[in-house]
């Protein structure tokens, strides 16, 4: 057996069928291959933009997206790995290179891929023998996936893919067996505890985020039914209960949603999967409490009280203890949680208030369009949320019905990925509309910064592009609008349109709440 084969085998061993991909010397036999394999390849024209569709076909199907580049394809990949290991989106990114007789020496577009991949990945490696193959892949997708998942980097040399070993001198094994699929609960005097906390809290709320990917939505909505205990969710957690149900309340991220600014009032939060990050202050005040008690559930023991001590650190799997809190909590009375009212009354005020900005004149205000298509979403279709401002508009508005179908920018703030994260969407969800929202004109929370404390804007104002004529230039429908009366018909068409839509609207610029927020921190309210 050729390396090929074996590579081959590999994939097929996790049920892997679909890779994307940008052709390249590197790779041409491996792909020749894997072509007579049935393997189906998603042609792109970029590599960032190969590895933002793997991210969220990864993300949305729960088994890594794979992407096989060439050595200089390599190089633009980074930008997608980079956002990949923000968002712990499960990647493999295969990629081929020179002999490794000549590595070193200035071998064919010879650059240190191990290297470059390594600080934005989980792992990265270069496999040196055919032979290493079934176990480096194996490695490969248990990093990607166990605790916290993320993108991983293998290195295949154009020797090892050609080299030819014996079949008996190489060994595979089932998924099974190198990776477990068994959820590592908690000690029961522990999950005890954590109830304890929770019942004894005046003000008890719960907040799942990307480590909570393994939650049961079934179990997480017992839990919450059975305490009456209020909770936010966010990053993969979205969409885990709905947003519309009675004791969810959306969004975590307190810089856009004045609803999850009620985590200050809490006494004690139970964090599944969530980081003691930026997003909450490093749990410090004004985000917090001082004094509120935190029960950190996570499965990578190093997140644990990162920033700020805990009062109960708790190294297991969210999904694992969600189950174990079940009966626990069961067994005792729940009064009524104190603040329901309130933060619901909060966030009817908040979607009333982003109703408001919504004019019926032109010019267009990026709440006109998210307000215009909040009636054309049913529970399926996947949301994604680019850029700044019009993307935190829709981020704060638009509610999460079903887990992986909610995407925002993150922690990492990157632009550019949201077309391609639409189409590796599609892939993934090729029965569902995917909705890719938007556009303003200016680098949104730059610009306002900039005329607000400044006085002036420079470089963040874009000039008009004519992005529905690019769409229909690649045959799409596309469609521009920059008076109100034109808003709802458009949409509609792009709706009823079988295959890719653009609908360019123009909208006057707007700051988000994310960058009021911003602004607010920086003492310059406008």
Request: proline share 8%; aromatic share 6%; charged share 20%.
């Amino acid at each position: 057996m050729q390396g090929v084969d074996l590579v081959v085998r590999a994939l097929k061993n996790e049920g892997i069928d679909t890779i994307f991909v940008i052709a390249g010397d590197h790779t041409l036999t491996l792909m020749d291959r894997m072509a007579d394999e049935g393997f189906r390849f998603i042609d792109t024209r970029h590599e960032q933009a190969a590895v933002d569709m793997a991210n969220a076909y990864g993300r949305i199907t729960g088994k890594p997206g794979v992407t096989m580049f060439t050595t200089p394809g390599h190089a633009n990949a980074i930008p997608g790995l980079t956002m990949a290991h923000h968002m712990e989106s499960p990647v493999i990114n295969i990629v081929g290179c020179a002999a490794q007789d000549r590595l070193g020496q200035g071998a064919a577009q010879e650059i240190d891929q191990v290297g470059m991949a390594r600080p934005v990945t989980k792992g990265a490696w270069l496999i040196p023998d055919p032979r290493r193959i079934p176990d480096m892949f194996a490695t490969a997708f248990r990093t990607a996936l166990e605790g916290r998942r993320g993108p991983v980097h293998l290195t295949i040399p154009v020797d090892v893919q050609k080299a030819a070993v014996a079949e008996s001198s190489v060994e595979f094994h089932r998924p099974d067996e190198y990776r477990s699929s068994k959820l590592r609960p908690t000690d029961p005097a522990t999950a005890s505890a954590i109830v304890d906390m929770l019942h004894d809290a005046e003000r008890p709320m719960i907040v799942a985020s990307n480590g909570a990917h393994s939650v049961s939505p079934e179990d997480l909505t017992r839990l919450v039914e059975i305490t009456g205990i209020p909770i936010f969710t966010e990053e993969a957690a979205r969409g885990i209960i709905p947003d519309d149900h009675p004791l969810c309340f959306g969004f975590a991220d307190l810089r856009v949603s004045e609803v999850a600014a009620h985590l200050a009032d809490a006494d004690t939060i139970l964090m599944l999967g969530k980081k003691l990050d930026s997003t909450i202050n490093f749990g410090q005040p004004p985000a917090l409490k001082k004094d509120v008690r935190i029960i950190q559930v996570e499965s990578s023991a190093g997140l644990i009280g990162l920033s700020l001590g805990v009062a109960l650190p708790v190294n297991a799997d969210p999904g694992a203890v969600v189950k174990q809190l079940i009966p626990e909590a069961g067994k005792r009375h729940w009064a009524s949680h104190p603040l329901l009212t309130e933060i619901a009354s909060t966030a009817s005020a908040l979607k009333s208030r982003l109703d408001a900005l919504a004019p019926d004149s032109a010019p267009l205000h990026s709440m006109s369009i998210h307000r215009a298509l909040s009636p054309m979403l049913d529970r399926d279709p996947a949301l994604v949320f680019e850029g700044s401002d019009f993307g935190f508009y829709g981020a704060t508005y638009h509610p999460s019905y079903q887990p992986s179908r909610w995407f925002t920018v993150g922690t990492m703030g990157m632009i550019g990925w949201g077309v391609p994260y639409g189409l590796g969407a599609r892939v993934a969800l090729p029965n569902s509309k995917v909705v890719v929202v938007g556009v303003d004109g200016v680098w949104g929370i730059d610009y306002h910064q900039q005329v607000q404390l400044y006085g002036k804007a420079v470089s963040t104002e874009l000039p008009p592009a004519r992005y529905d004529k690019l769409a229909e230039a690649l045959g799409a429908h596309g469609e521009y609008v920059d008076q109100p009366n034109q808003l709802q018909s458009a949409l509609q068409r792009a709706f009823a349109t079988k295959g890719p839509s653009v609908v360019n609207i123009r909208t006057t610029p707007s700051p988000s709440p994310r960058t009021q927020h911003t602004l607010n921190l920086k003492g310059n309210s406008p």
